[in-house]
């Protein structure tokens, strides 16, 4: 089985797109595991943007996105990701600690909602799954034997 792993972000904070950041790129966290051909996206910061642009480009109709927390850089690039306006796609999107305050789709939801931003969740045509877990549980994504455990 093989594993690959691209980064399309790696910024904390905040974007930094100016050319003294060319080296290791300006866009925040945002990464792109493929395992045998399964697609599992860790976080959703601008990087995420490319990373859809690409993904349109391929028919990859089905992809993990587990997001590691839910400060804006690690969120804030979801609203720009192509593919999730895509009806013919579908994302399961997973996140931990979010119960207390909803869970992960009421988070994106919020960080979509009038005033903040002009385009809501629903608004996304491809299918959204939404899973919330605790810290400790390991997470089935069929990966062909590769696991995937939260902390």
Known sequence: MSI?????????SIACPAPTHLKYGGNTTSLEVDVGGIKLLLDCGTGIRNLGKQMMK???DHCYILLTHTHWD??????FFAPAFDKNRH?????????DK?????ILET?????????????????????DFNAGEDLDLGLGGAKVSTA
């Open 4 to 12: 690959r792993v691209k980064i399309w972000g790696c910024r904390g």
């Open 58 to 60: 391929h028919e990859q």
């Open 74 to 79: 690690h969120i804030n690039g979801f609203p």
């Open 91 to 99: 994302f399961e999107i997973m996140a931990g600690h979010l119960m």
């Open 102 to 106: 909803g869970g992960i789709r009421n």
């Open 111 to 131: 960080q979509m909602d009038n005033p903040m931003f002009p385009v809501p969740l629903d608004a996304m045509q491809a299918k959204l799954s939404f899973t």
